[in-house]
């Protein structure tokens, strides 16, 4: 069992969800280069991607009545 901060919450498996969505850009950066074809999705900048993973992976892991821990 993984330690964590918040009870209920896998920080391993958090963690391997935040490097598998950046190694997938990686990933779309090398096999499109250097211009992806029209309607491939992906992200406007790097601080978009960033700030949209870390949004999304913390919504679905907060409690249910979406509060996190004070410096989490």
């Known amino acids: 069992m993984s330690a964590s901060r918040i009870p209920g919450i ?8 935040l490097v598998g969505a950046c190694f997938h850009l990686a990933f779309l950066g090398l096999f499109f280069a250097p211009d992806p074809p029209e309607g ?11 700030r949209e993973t870390v949004r999304a992976l913390l919504a679905g892991i907060a409690p249910p009545d979406g509060t996190l821990p004070p410096g989490v």
């Open 40 to 50: 491939v999705l992906r992200p406007e900048s790097e601080a978009d991607f960033a």
């Open 10 to 17: 896998d920080a391993d498996a958090a963690a391997l969800l």
